[in-house]
């Protein structure tokens, strides 16, 4: 299995919980070769971790020269690391299950990435994260900053499941070379950002549409009723939004949130979409209310390097 220097930036709960678990399991349990610490360079001794990194108002950063993990980068809300690792997103994902973190970011595994002559600007999971690089992951409560777990299943990457509710996300082949990867990964990296197009509620979200719709205490619920227009992927994920934050109002709190199309033909045309973000999809058929999205039962389609990748690996496991 080839080896090559892999970058991981993890976001959880609580930020110095995840950085004792990441010290303790990824990093060498030596003393770091050079600390800083707010910008200052300090001597590391024994306790570095809790008397200087841990204690840092905004930054600190620890390297162990030579060692297979090198680099650790806290500032807060997100705690980076580097090193030296096998090109093997299993292994990645059975590493990852113990950490308390929310989110996972990865870097690209290289450094030449272009579109039109330009370095390639990849999405960003989240605040102080890498960007989109070969993968990202989900653990717990991190997956309500998806649209829908749903976005998950039907994606141009390859989903990894692994225990303690972690979700690994491959854009790539980690085998494929640079030029490849980046078109393997580019449609994957679109469809995981915080754009329109995109599965991603990223933290301090600002919607840009208001939502006149009916709202159902009783069922927590916001329906909108559509006539004579289309609902946008904005406003599809302006709807998300305003589910995760949990309330339409001062005492209205929201768990659902329904499109009510009065041409049936409209409806049909943005099932899908609507299903994948658990935004229920109603039309008018005979007079009657009809709920499209709730039989509505899509078969996700791999890309066909992820059934090369797992062609391969089913080889390997039988030699």
């Given at each position: 299995m080839t080896e090559t220097e892999m970058k991981l930036g993890l976001s959880g709960p609580d930020l110095p919980v995840l950085v004792r678990a990441m010290v303790s399991r990824l990093l060498p349990k030596t003393s770091p070769s050079a600390l800083s610490v707010d910008f200052t360079d300090q001597s590391p001794g024994a306790d570095w971790l809790e008397t200087r990194m841990l204690k840092a108002r905004r930054r600190a950063k620890a390297?162990?020269?030579g060692d297979s993990w090198n680099f650790l980068l806290v500032e807060s809300p997100v705690a980076l690391v580097a090193g030296s690792h096998e090109r093997d997103a299993r292994q990645v994902l059975a590493e990852l299950a113990p950490l308390?973190?929310?989110?996972?970011?990865?870097a690209s595994l290289f450094s030449d990435w272009k579109v039109d002559g330009k370095a390639y600007a990849a999405p960003i999971l989240d605040d102080l994260h890498y960007p989109h690089g070969w993968g990202c992951a989900f653990r717990g409560q991190g997956h309500a900053r998806l649209v829908s777990r749903r976005w998950l299943e039907f994606g141009p990457w390859r989903l990894l499941k692994g225990p303690d509710d972690v979700s690994l996300v491959q854009f790539h082949d980690l085998e494929a070379d640079s030029a490849t990867a980046l078109a393997e990964a580019k449609p994957g990296h679109a469809?995981?950002?915080?754009?329109a197009e995109g599965g991603i509620i990223r933290s301090g979200y600002k919607r840009k549409h208001t939502f006149d719709g009916f709202y159902e205490p009783k069922d927590k619920l916001l329906r909108m009723v559509i006539h004579?227009?289309?609902v946008s992927a904005s406003e599809m994920l302006d709807a998300c939004s305003?589910?995760?934050?949990g309330a339409v109002g001062p005492?209205?709190?929201?768990?659902?949130?329904?499109?009510?199309f009065m041409e049936p033909e409209r409806a049909r045309a943005h099932l899908h979409e609507l299903w994948l973000r658990e935004l229920e999809c109603w039309t008018i058929e005979m007079g009657k209310e009809v709920r499209l999205d709730k039989d509505y039962r899509p078969t996700p389609v791999k890309p066909d390097w992820v059934k090369v990748v797992e062609a391969r690996e089913a080889g390997a496991t039988k030699r």
């Open positions: 390297v162990w020269a308390p973190f929310f989110l996972a970011s990865f469809r995981m950002g915080a754009n004579g227009r289309d305003l589910r995760l934050d005492g209205q709190p929201l768990t659902r949130v329904a499109y009510v």
